[in-house]
């Protein structure tokens, strides 16, 4: 148990539609990372958020957004969803926003849109 | 761009069998390479970070081994249990992201 959790495990939306993952980080862990995960294919990064600030950002447009609160929680925000945002949603939590931190991933999200 | 590559993309193995997973990367300024297990529909759970050249690191049945653009994880008698898929990740300096291989799935035969 990494001691990372994530709600809810499966989600179901139709497209354009928007929908709000939510990710609770170990704690003492001030930076969580979100990763998007197609079938098949290893982890994306999305983007980092350290100390309630976004730290950098992956290859998503902005409708992809996010918010990190003072009590190690987080949310994933995805609006106008299209077929293709279909994917499993990683959190990961890490002490530090150093790349070389080890990052400890939740159970994911599992996002299907219709 | 920086690119990390595996192979195989699938292997197949008796119990008992030992083998190897190659993860090849292409990383300016390499800081740290990460191997991850993920069993299906579940996160992934880290297993090792290696940091340098020539560093090896061992836990159980698993030894992960880095050069200077690859890394492997040796699998030693490997059990049913060791069957999931096996993720290489590369952080760069300077940057917050991890960069993924897109993995090995692993299955282990009695």
């Known amino acids: 148990e990494t001691g990372v959790t994530q709600s809810p495990t499966h989600l179901i939306k139709t497209r354009g539609q928007q929908v709000t993952l939510r990710c609770s980080s170990q704690?003492?862990?001030?930076?969580v990372s979100w990763y998007q995960q197609a079938l098949g294919q290893g982890p994306q990064f999305i983007f980092q958020?350290?100390?309630?600030?976004?730290?950098g950002r992956g290859n998503f447009p902005p409708r992809f957004s996010g918010l990190q609160f003072p009590n190690y929680s987080s949310e994933l925000n995805v609006n106008a969803l299209e077929l293709d945002d279909s994917a499993l949603y990683l959190c990961?939590?890490?002490?530090?926003?150093?790349?070389?931190?080890?990052?400890?991933f939740g159970p994911g999200t599992r996002l299907t849109v219709l | 761009e920086d690119q990390v590559t595996q192979s195989p993309e699938a292997l197949r193995l008796q119990e008992g069998e030992s083998s190897s997973l190659n993860c090849s990367y292409t990383?300016?300024?390499?800081?740290?390479l990460f191997w991850y297990r993920q069993d299906p529909g579940k996160g992934p759970e880290f297993l090792f970070t290696l940091y340098s050249a020539g560093e090896e690191k061992e836990k159980e049945r698993l030894k992960a081994t880095l050069t200077k653009k690859e890394s492997f994880l040796h699998i030693t008698a490997p059990k049913p249990e060791d069957s999931a898929t096996y993720l290489c990740?590369?952080?760069?300096?300077?940057?917050?992201?991890?960069?993924f291989g897109k993995g090995t799935k692993l299955t282990v035969n009695p």
């Open positions: 990383v300016s300024g390499l800081r740290g």
């Open positions: 958020y350290y100390r309630e600030e976004e730290n």
């Open positions: 990961a939590s890490s002490l530090d926003s150093v790349s070389t931190d080890t990052q400890y």
């Open positions: 704690s003492g862990h001030n930076t």
């Open positions: 990740a590369c952080a760069r300096g300077g940057s917050e992201k991890l960069v």
